[in-house]
């Protein structure tokens, strides 16, 4: 009897590990994989930019919101200005096949790659740095 017991209580060890390598090998959405902040940082002898872009999932599916803070710094005379910030947002479904959220009414895409540890937004590239 004893026997039968260590063998239910392995067996129940067993289902148990069992049900955690199946629910960690499975692929999470891609929505997931998308969502998060990037940051992205360009300097030049004349300017500094910063840009965060936020990325949201709206419905659970396709429907992402961006938000894109750029902030600016002119250097004039080797002396650093006051920094510009804007702020816009934008919506945009994202095509798993493709990798790319398509910004509605704007002529932008956001290519995702690696994962969606990093992505391309027209020329400027952004590396993700939080998850959400």
Do not use: H
């Amino acid at each position: 009897m004893k026997e039968i017991k260590i063998w239910l209580l392995d067996a129940g060890s067993a289902l148990a590990c069992l049900a955690v390598l199946i629910l960690a090998s499975c692929d999470r959405s891609s929505g997931d994989k998308v969502t998060g902040t990037y940051v992205s940082t360009e300097s030049g002898e004349y300017s500094i930019s910063k840009d965060t872009l936020l990325i949201l999932n709206v419905d659970g599916e396709k429907d992402y919101r961006v938000i894109r803070r750029s902030g600016f710094q002119k250097i004039r005379s080797g002396k650093l200005q006051p920094e510009e910030i804007k702020v816009q947002e934008f919506f945009g479904k994202y095509d798993a096949e493709t990798a790319i959220l398509a910004i509605e009414g704007e002529d932008k895409r956001i290519r995702f790659f690696a994962g969606g540890k990093s992505l391309l937004l027209v020329k400027r590239e952004y590396q993700k740095v939080l998850e959400p």
